[in-house]
């Protein structure tokens, strides 16, 4: 080793270029190097931007999805309750000669449109849940467009016989008298159809029919209603457990949809939980190997 430091103290111009050789290999290992450092961290950073993109992508598909199913359902529950109330004015007043009917089935088919909607978009306890709304809707809708004019009319003739006014115009008596014999027939046929007994709702049926034939005031559609609803065994409180059962099976709806939006306890909408990316696991493996 002294022979060799000698031997350059005597080739001082050999040495001077050796050490300018060393200094250019170190320079050219010290960037390559650094260039492979800064390779892996661009990889790293580019990974990390990739997975940034993809939960933001995430959150966002999440977030329009409840949205979605926010809006549909509350859309749904609209509509079925515009349903119900277009149907309660047939029981109220004559609707007959109107357009009444036809907005009652235009609005049922919204409702109808918004269910398909329901099924692409919620789970399947909301789709359940608003398919049994949907069949109460609908024959909600049914039982008012068919025994919904009878039942007005039947209603009206008996409170006009209740009221029972002192008069002495011979048209207003006829009426009356009218009035009294339709409703009297029309008791005896609910009585047979509650019974069971087809004998008697068949001769029931026939002196109902002649009844109300007699009464001038009365039109085609509701002397037909009426003889349908009286021949259907407690037609008139069948509406009244139908309405309830509406409002029943609209809260199960309304708690099922919390649950799906997890708004009962104002709980926000979470993004599922993302995968650990390779880099990640090596960059906490390199971690724990320095600690």
Not at 42 to 67: C, F, K, M, P, Y
Not at 88 to 102: K, L, N, T, V
Not at 237 to 258: H, K, P
Not at 277 to 291: F, I, K, L, P
Request: net charge negative.
């Amino acid at each position: 080793m002294g022979g060799l430091w000698k031997y350059f103290e005597e080739h001082d111009a050999i040495f001077t270029a050796l050490v300018a050789v060393l200094a250019i290999v170190g320079s050219y290992l010290a960037g390559v190097r650094g260039a492979k450092i800064q390779a892996n961290g661009g990889r790293d950073q580019a990974a990390a931007a990739r997975e940034a993109a993809q939960i933001t992508a995430e959150a966002q598909h999440v977030a329009a999805l409840w949205s979605l199913r926010h809006l549909k359902t509350a859309e749904f529950m609209q509509q079925c309750r515009e349903v119900r109330s277009l149907t309660r004015p047939f029981y109220a007043e004559d609707m007959s000669g109107g357009s009444a009917e036809s907005l009652l089935r235009g609005a049922y088919k919204e409702a109808a449109r918004q269910l398909a909607e329901i099924e692409l978009l919620a789970p399947e306890p909301v789709v359940a849940a608003a398919k049994r709304l949907d069949a109460l809707v609908a024959r909600a809708l049914q039982h008012a467009i068919h025994l919904g004019p009878g039942l007005y009319k039947y209603n009206s003739m008996r409170w006009e016989l209740d009221l029972g006014l002192a008069t002495d115009d011979t048209a207003i008596i006829e009426q009356r008298n009218q009035y009294r014999h339709a409703v009297e027939a029309l008791d005896a046929l609910a009585e047979a159809s509650d019974a069971g007994d087809e004998v008697r709702k068949s001769a029931a049926r026939l002196a109902a029919t002649r009844a109300c034939l007699e009464v001038r005031d009365m039109t085609f559609d509701q002397h037909t209603s009426l003889l349908r609803a009286f021949a259907t065994p407690s037609a008139e409180r069948a509406w009244y457990t139908l309405d309830q059962e509406l409002s029943d099976e609209m809260g199960i709806l309304v708690i099922t949809a919390r649950e799906m939006l997890k708004s009962g306890g104002d709980v926000p909408p979470t993004v599922p939980e993302q995968r650990q990316r390779w880099w990640r696991r090596n960059s906490v493996a390199s971690t724990a190997g320095s600690a």
